[in-house]
């Protein structure tokens, strides 16, 4: 099982660019969720799943958006990238009230 | 939305010294987790622990759910113990975490 995937690890972006964080889950987890940790912080909750079909922001979900059209996938979109959300984003699953799985992280810089 | 404190923020150990780490919510949770970020950035599950004990090798945990804190202890640290410890718990859909405690273990 490869657990949680993210792709890509690393990318810099320009100002005012577009791209898509992909994240992929193998243990049919029903919840997925989006973290970005900035330098020496702790984890700040983007956005989350309860299942395909149905997103929800959490605390920073400004400048991004999600979709989850099958259980395994949950992208983020960041649509014109500023300099903040230069971060290391991760991504999880989990069972409902489960333990939780991270991806090894993807590093953004926008420049 | 449910506060979760992690103390000390900081901590420096000689090698082979013991250690204890606090992490406190201000709600009722479903379930708790520590996790030990690596200096390479990767999170590793240590512990999924909504109440009690639980041991790993050198490392344990305690929850006291009722009174709303978990602790975890390192015993006889080594240096890959180093790296920030994350407290986090799951309340209302969504798992928040604590800011994070840095151990640094000289040898």
């Known amino acids: 099982n490869a657990g949680v995937t993210q792709t890509p690890k690393f990318r810099i972006l320009k100002i005012g660019q577009s791209m898509t964080l992909q994240c992929a889950q193998d243990?049919?987890?029903?919840?997925m969720y989006w973290y970005r940790q900035d330098p020496g912080m702790g984890l700040k909750l983007i956005y989350y799943?309860?299942?395909?079909?149905?997103?929800d922001k959490g605390e920073v979900p400004n400048g991004y958006n999600v979709s989850r059209s099958t259980t395994e996938d949950f992208p983020l979109r960041l649509e014109l990238a500023a300099p903040s959300q230069t971060s290391v984003y991760f991504c999880?699953?989990?069972?409902?009230?489960?333990?939780?799985?991270f991806g090894q992280g993807t590093r953004l810089t926008v420049v | 939305g449910i506060q979760v404190e992690q103390s000390p923020p900081d901590l420096i150990l000689q090698e082979g010294a013991n250690s204890t780490l606090r992490c406190n919510f201000s709600?009722?949770?479903?379930?708790l987790q520590w996790f030990h970020q690596n200096p390479w950035g990767q999170l590793i599950n240590l512990f999924y622990?909504?109440?009690g004990t639980k041991q790993n090798g050198r490392l344990s945990a305690t929850t006291v759910a009722t009174e709303r804190y978990s602790l975890l202890y390192i015993s006889s640290s080594q240096t890959t113990d180093s790296g920030v410890y994350f407290c986090?718990?799951?309340?209302?859909?969504?798992?928040?975490f604590g800011a994070g405690t840095t151990v640094t273990v000289r040898a």
């Open positions: 622990i909504p109440s």
């Open positions: 999880a699953s989990s069972y409902p009230r489960g333990e939780a799985f």
């Open positions: 986090a718990v799951y309340n209302d859909y969504k798992l928040s």
């Open positions: 799943s309860v299942g395909a079909g149905i997103t």
């Open positions: 709600d009722s949770v479903n379930n």
């Open positions: 243990m049919n987890h029903n919840y």
